[in-house]
């Protein structure tokens, strides 16, 4: 039974590093695409993507380190959430303290996606004379995301270990 027991928790632990890595990956390329392209885009209706960005280069603005920014961010947040799930499955951490810890990756997210917005945003407001705020809901659907993880954060810490604490008293009970 204790075999059983560890198997499911093991396969319940992997599973939770393994959604929860792939819910930070995919709030990373949403950071990434809203800030390099439905933002611009939203930004100056009517012009291509490429001809946004031939228009800064041509203005002196720094494109690339721009991109390289946002990108170097979103590829930070799916490294720490990939380094975490690792190193807590190998611990063997239960599988509410890996949820929590990628929880709060993708809370951190929000302070990221807002800082993201300065690199290529701030070079579209200036140099095409638009305001600076975002253009498209999607900066919203990222703050309001890790608003949630934020919130839902201590719930699976509290919630987790109540869990985990009633199922060794279980245990202890069963064994006397």
């Not at 291509?48 to 721009?66: C, H, K, N, T």
């Amino acid at each position: 039974m204790g075999n059983i027991r560890g198997n499911r928790r093991a396969r319940a632990r992997l599973v939770v590093a393994v959604v929860g890595t792939l819910v930070v990956t995919a709030y990373a390329v949403l950071l990434a695409v809203d800030a390099l392209v439905l933002d611009p885009l939203g930004a100056v209706p009517g012009r291509s993507l490429p001809a946004i960005y031939d228009e800064l280069d041509r203005q002196g603005f720094a494109v690339g380190a721009d991109v390289g920014t946002v990108v170097g961010i979103a590829v930070v947040g799916v490294l720490l959430a990939a380094v975490l799930g690792q190193t807590l499955l190998v611990t063997r951490a239960p599988a509410h303290v890996i949820a929590a810890a990628l929880l709060a990756v993708v809370a951190g997210g929000g302070p990221m996606a807002f800082g993201s917005g300065f690199a290529l945003g701030m070079d579209v407001a200036d140099g095409f004379g638009t305001d600076g705020g975002d253009h498209t809901i999607w900066a919203g659907v990222l703050y309001v995301t890790s608003l949630v993880a934020l919130v839902a954060l201590p719930v699976v810490l509290v919630v987790g270990q109540v869990r985990l604490r009633n199922t060794q008293r279980r245990l202890l009970l069963a064994a006397e």
